[in-house]
């Protein structure tokens, strides 16, 4: 083992990783329908997914935001539905290993999470179709644990514009606006990864709460429409928000962008979704990788990316958001959770301070949900639960 290594082990038990993104939850809704008999994290799962609670531990994670994705081609109450259901396999995983997993709400849920060696489990919902154009939904999924929600996934929804669609509003409409306000009031961090730079602006214009962006790198570094322009990661020091760094290759290597649009049209010519990890999948990806070798991330391109918002944007308001268990692909060496040590090596090796590492994987992103819950604390002094409609506010 490198010093840096074992330094980064031993920084890593005194200040563990808050990963913002991993998609453990969709993985299993499509290799096992929840059955948790047969896919039990508790046993290396290696080859089948990129999680396990052994390999968490051997990561240095102590606390994950589970993702509570559903595809954005539900809608309706049928998106609803499926948002409960990830919910539910998120709270049965933490009931199946009280040892190792703690549902978390609070900042403070947190703290204490890691002070009885659990690792503190929250969850945030991957896009706004999840409430079907309802602030009520939105306010019983954050009755059920969900601490932030992405205001899109890869299309449009009907009041805010994603990056990878056409865009429609330009940003938010008026209702896209009020969901921004009702996020702040009930304390729900306001996600922007996935949405347009229009709409990261005009969300940040609107809120009165820190941001965050769940899993989202620098567009400096790698122009893709998926990650952060530099105009607004300068705003997150006024706003206080947070920006989680990913390892999805195709959003942090140039190289890739075009090799995995190509793997994508490979996947919808075998009939199957681009976003599929299953093992039948992977035997499509991993044929069509052997006949055309993938250009390769590594944990230097990740710390390219960390380098660069540090510098726009500050180290207070930099973390980790991997997306582990949503990706076919990973960098060397960040093959899967076992792999932040290498990582903050990585970081260590270019004279990142201890301090600066302990706000990167623990602190900010404490610090970042304590202050949505001060702030929402304030406003619920001021204003009730919002009623409006989209009817009401867009016509």
């Known amino acids: 083992m490198t010093t840096s290594l074992a330094q980064a082990r031993e920084l890593l038990a005194a200040h563990p990783v808050v990963d913002g993104h991993n998609d453990l939850p969709w993985a299993l809704r499509q290799q096992v329908r929840y059955d948790l008999d047969r896919c039990d994290i ?35 109450d049928t998106a609803v539905s499926a948002t409960l259901e990830q919910i539910d396999v998120v709270r049965r995983l933490a009931e199946r290993h009280p040892d190792d997993l703690r549902l978390a709400y609070t ?18 919902a991957e896009g706004g179709h999840s409430i079907n154009c309802s602030l009520a939904t939105l306010r019983a999924l954050y009755r059920l644990g969900v601490r932030y929600m992405t205001l899109t996934h890869n299309d449009n ?19 896209g606006e009020e969901v921004v306000r009702e996020m702040n009031r009930i304390g729900m961090l306001v996600d922007l990864s996935h949405v347009s730079a229009d709409t990261m602006r005009n969300a940040l214009r609107v809120t009165e709460a820190p941001v965050v962006f769940s899993h ?44 995995t649009r190509n793997a994508e049209e490979n996947m919808r010519a075998h009939g199957l979704h681009p976003l599929d990890t299953t093992p039948a999948a992977m035997k499509v990806h991993s044929a069509y990788e052997s006949a055309n070798p993938r250009p390769v991330a590594t944990a230097a391109t990740v710390a390219d990316h960390l380098d660069h918002m540090r510098e726009v944007a500050g180290v207070d308001h930099i973390g980790i958001g991997g997306d582990f268990d949503g990706t076919a692909f990973t960098p060397a060496g960040l093959d899967d959770v076992a792999g932040y040590p290498n990582l903050i090596a990585e970081l260590l090796d ?46």
């Open 216 to 259: 989202s790198s620098a567009r400096a570094v790698c122009d893709h429409v998926r990650n952060i322009p530099d105009d607004v990661l300068e705003l997150l020091p006024g706003n206080g928000g947070l920006a989680m760094a990913t390892f999805v290759p195709k959003f942090i290597l140039p190289e890739a962008v075009a090799w």
């Open 350 to 395: 270019r004279r990142w301070s201890t301090t600066d590492l302990a706000k990167l994987t623990w602190q900010n992103a404490v610090r970042t949900l304590r202050a949505a819950e001060d702030v929402a604390r304030e406003l619920q002094t001021r204003r009730g639960p919002s009623i409006a409609t989209i009817e009401d506010l867009d016509g």
């Open 157 to 175: 929804v009907p009041w805010a514009d994603s990056a990878t669609d056409e865009p429609r509003a330009n940003g938010l409409t008026r209702f």
């Open 107 to 124: 900042a403070d849920d947190m703290e204490a999470a890691r002070a009885d060696g659990r690792i503190a489990s929250l969850m945030g």
């Open 42 to 76: 508790a046993a290396d799962q290696r080859g089948r997914l990129h999680t396990d609670i052994p390999r968490l531990r051997a990561g240095g994670v102590g606390g994950q935001f589970w993702s509570v994705y559903v595809r954005a081609d539900m809608s309706g």
